[in-house]
């Protein structure tokens, strides 16, 4: 977390997916996302989500989708995957026991 030059805090998370390949990691960064958005005052941070470099096989495209606004709204007015990034957040985002 820093304040920027116009006083507005950035934040910054970047996650490692389990596997180079892993299926889940634009589920993963989305709930990350959105976990953030809901705890933090939107109006005074500004969040981005992204993929550890060098951690995915698809780490630019999944980066790019995490960081367009539009997609993840779009993305979060899917009913379906809503409820998926809602148990993702209530289920708890745990670490794992070698972190």
Not at 3 to 14: N, S, W
Not at 35 to 63: C, D, F, M, W
Request: proline share 5%; glycine share 8%.
């Amino acid at each position: 977390v820093w304040k920027d030059e116009y006083g507005l805090h950035r934040v910054l998370v970047r996650f490692t997916p389990t596997i180079p390949h892993c299926s889940m990691a634009t589920l993963i960064g989305l709930s990350i996302r959105v976990k953030l958005l809901r705890s933090l005052a939107p109006t005074k941070y500004k969040v981005k989500v992204q993929i550890q470099p060098g951690t995915h096989a698809s780490e630019h495209a999944i980066n790019k989708q995490l960081a367009d606004k539009e997609r993840v709204c779009a993305a979060l007015e899917n009913p379906h995957l809503l409820g998926v990034v809602n148990k993702c957040i209530a289920g708890g985002m745990r670490m794992s026991r070698g972190q």
